[in-house]
């Protein structure tokens, strides 16, 4: 009895399977076989997305292919392979692209339910309020407290170089940012930079430690969102939870009891709370934010903005250090600006190019984010071809592959600086470099990243002289376990003072 009982449900089981990884096959689109449990994802333990991904764009592309099939467990996703493709998707038809898919459960996880996260009218009208403190002008306002960190980030960093020590400069960097968005976001003297154990600095490690498991549930809830909310699973671990929330709070509480103005970006927020006018002279007046979005706004910036910026810095020193001709002319670069502005301003680091030039090469080779996700809201047919992309099918947009493609990037493993030359920015598709995204969802924090990534650097460049240390592995490794691409052993420089 009960060995046909098992017999059914195996058999049950098989068909289902075979049923789900036979999805393009019946479509007619090209695909890759794909194996139970992880689909095309069986390196997953032991790779990082990024290379699982390029090693199924390198197998899929073809000429004149626009997308392919794979899968993500038992869940089927499109592929896009093809540039002009990749803009019908973040661009000319975002109506049907404008959600990501990612899982988000605002019930039992607050502050996942940020600007990343959420979807259809609600991500739109959050956009819309969010936008203004994001322009130039607001950026050049918070211009000053960035420099003011990075004053310190020098000093600390000084106090190290005298001793002679070889310095791990991916922490010393997330210390920097850390700093930074912490002082932005929320208000507060971080104090990292002087202490590696503060409070901030321990819970932006804590969200990233815990990477094996954070990484595992993100995909689980990508691919099972429904199961994973009434499972009321969260992302975040409470007790991180916990201290972001009452850290928004108390500063909240404190501006509005002491009418303490910082010119921040949780200044921004508070008048949003309070549906005041962002913008001097507009009276035009948004809902208000409630407190819990204020919450989840603030801790975006701080999770996106720590890890992402000093990831690409980090990448950027370790290329420059390998190649000292390429990080003498990015100081020249930052002299020569300094030297016509008179200072380290807002206007001369826009004027050193060839330092962004840098950064913007680190952000090709080591795109932060490897991977961009969509979700179709309506049935979609896919230009010149009879392929319908069915509502709540996945669109990954493979970014590190395509970063990767020597159709684009001839010799894409060398770090080339000049790439990012505007001659030869201008023979490229437009879509050919996207680490922010692209189109109405692009990243909303980009001028802030580049402004901060091009401070931290900059300073480094004026003050310092760095190679790579013995320990350094080379080339680098990239840690598997985390969604944000990251060394994993570290980077560590050897500096001497200018």
């Known amino acids: 009895m009960w060995f046909y009982f098992v017999l059914i449900i195996a058999s049950l089981a098989i068909y289902w399977l075979r049923s789900r990884y036979s999805y ?9 076989p794909a194996y139970f449990p992880f689909g095309n994802l069986q390196g997953i333990l032991g790779q990082h997305m990024s290379a699982l991904t390029k090693q199924s764009y390198e197998k899929l592309k073809s000429p004149g292919r626009k997308l392919a099939g794979i899968y993500f467990f038992t869940n089927p996703v499109a592929m896009v392979l093809d540039l002009e493709f990749v803009k019908d998707v973040l661009i000319k038809d975002f109506q049907y692209f404008h959600d990501r898919g990612l899982y988000f459960n605002e ?9 990343l996260t959420l979807e259809g009218n609600k991500w739109k009208i959050l956009r819309n309020k969010l936008a203004p403190t994001f322009t130039s002008g607001k950026m050049k306002m918070m211009f000053p407290v960035i420099t003011a960190v990075a004053e310190r980030f020098q000093q600390s960093l000084g106090a190290v170089v005298a001793t002679g ?7 010393f960097l997330a210390r920097f940012t850390t700093d930074v968005i912490g002082t932005c976001a929320f208000g507060l003297e971080c104090n990292s930079l002087a202490d590696p154990k503060a409070k901030f600095r321990e819970m932006g490690r804590s969200i990233f430690r815990q990477s094996p498991v954070l990484l595992m549930k993100m ?10 909310r009434k499972m009321h699973m969260r992302v975040i671990r409470k007790d991180v939870g916990d201290f972001f929330m009452n850290a928004v709070r108390e500063t909240v509480d404190h501006r509005e009891k002491n009418n303490v103005v910082r010119n921040d970006f949780m200044d921004l927020l508070i008048k949003l709370k309070n549906a005041e006018p962002i913008e001097e002279g507009n009276t035009n007046q948004l809902n208000q934010l409630t407190f819990n979005e204020i919450a989840a706004q ?12 000093s990831t690409a810095m980090t990448f950027c020193l370790y290329e420059l250090a390998r190649n000292q001709e390429l990080q003498d002319k990015a100081r020249k670069s930052v002299l020569d600006a300094v030297k016509v502005h008179g200072s380290m301003t807002y206007e001369a680091i826009y004027d050193m190019k060839y330092v962004e030039n840098c950064i913007n090469e680190s952000l090709r080779k080591y795109p932060p984010i490897a991977n961009n996700l969509r979700s179709v809201t309506n049935n979609y047919k896919v ?28 010799d894409p493993e060398k770090y080339d600086p000049d790439r990012f030359d505007p001659d030869q920015v201008a023979q490229r598709h437009q879509m050919a470099f996207i680490p922010f995204g692209d189109g109405p969802r692009i990243c909303i924090g980009m001028r802030f ?26 080339p680098l490794v990239i840690d598997p376990s985390n969604f944000i691409m990251g060394p994993k052993e570290g980077v560590w420089l050897h500096f001497e003072k200018i």
């Not at 020590?165 to 922490?171: A, G, N, R, T, V």
């Not at 995909?219 to 994973?228: E, K, N, S, T």
């Open 165 to 171: 020590q070889d310095i791990e400069i991916k922490d």
């Open 219 to 228: 995909l689980f809830g990508l691919m099972f969102r429904d199961l994973a």
């Open 107 to 115: 019930k039992d996880d607050p502050l996942m339910a940020h600007l």
């Open 383 to 410: 230009p010149e071809t009879d392929i319908v992309l069915e509502k709540g099918c996945r669109v990954i947009i493979p970014i590190y592959a395509i970063h990767h493609d020597p159709e684009y990037y001839p």
């Open 24 to 32: 393009w096959q019946k479509r007619g689109v090209p695909n890759l």
């Open 298 to 309: 603030a801790f975006m910036f701080f999770v996106a903005g720590f890890e992402t910026s």
């Open 449 to 474: 990243g580049m402004m901060q990534a091009l401070v931290g650097m900059a300073c480094l460049l004026q003050n310092f002289r760095f190679e790579l240390a013995a320990r350094t592995t080379v």
